[in-house]
């Protein structure tokens, strides 16, 4: 360490061993009016495995448990979970923030397709709008009193799942897989 040091790395260009790097926080709060307690991500290295199924199928049977569950469907080019719980109604929102739609059961859910005209239209974003929409929904959604959210990942390492983990403290992850079939 300079004798000169004043502990102010970021605008110090000495090399010593004493140096501290500041890493960028990417975290983002959920909206003020949110209360989750525990965020479960969905993932899969590749489409087609059921992770939306696995998604929806964690949700109600910690729902028939009697947790409050909700599902944040972060699949934007491939929304599923609406259409796996029947709902055709749209999200509503106000000045305060924008509200998930609750299915038959209770269970609170957002998805791109519940803010969409129609809800079969393609959404054809880049990654960057992609992640920012799913940060929004995040930061933006008010999610009622949440003991168990699960997050339904698009297939892979890119933008989304990226930007998840960033941003979300996310307490567990579910893996799918499926078997290949090999042949000779």
């Known amino acids: 360490m300079s004798e000169q040091c004043n502990q102010s790395c970021n605008t ?14 990417f975290s983002a709060a959920p909206h003020e009016l949110s209360h989750i307690k525990k965020v479960i991500g969905v993932i899969s290295g590749k489409g ?6 696995v998604t929806s199928m964690l949700a109600v049977s910690m729902n028939r448990e009697g947790h409050r569950t909700a ?12 259409k796996m719980f ?10 305060i923030g924008l509200f998930p739609v ?37 930061t933006d959604v008010i999610w009622q009193d949440i003991d168990y959210m699960f997050i339904d990942m698009p297939p892979g390492t890119g933008d989304v799942p990226l930007t998840v983990f960033q941003s ?8 799918v897989t499926s078997p290949r079939s090999w042949s000779r």
Do not use: H, Y
């Not at 029947?86 to 509503?92: F, H, L, R, V, W």
């Not at 059961?105 to 969409?116: A, F, H, Q, V, Y």
């Open 168 to 175: 979300i403290k996310v307490d567990g992850i579910v893996i």
């Open 86 to 95: 029947g709902i055709k109604e749209k999200a509503q929102a106000n000045e």
């Open 48 to 53: 087609g495995v059921g992770k939306s199924l």
């Open 102 to 138: 609750k299915s038959k059961t209770g269970i609170e859910i957002m998805s791109i397709n519940l803010l969409l005209e129609n809800d079969t239209d393609p959404v054809i974003w880049r990654g960057p709008l992609i992640a920012g929409t799913v940060k929004q929904f995040w």
């Open 71 to 82: 599902i944040l469907d972060a699949d934007l080019t491939g929304p599923s979970i609406p």
């Open 12 to 25: 110090c260009q000495e090399a010593c061993s004493e140096r501290k790097e500041e890493k960028p926080d």
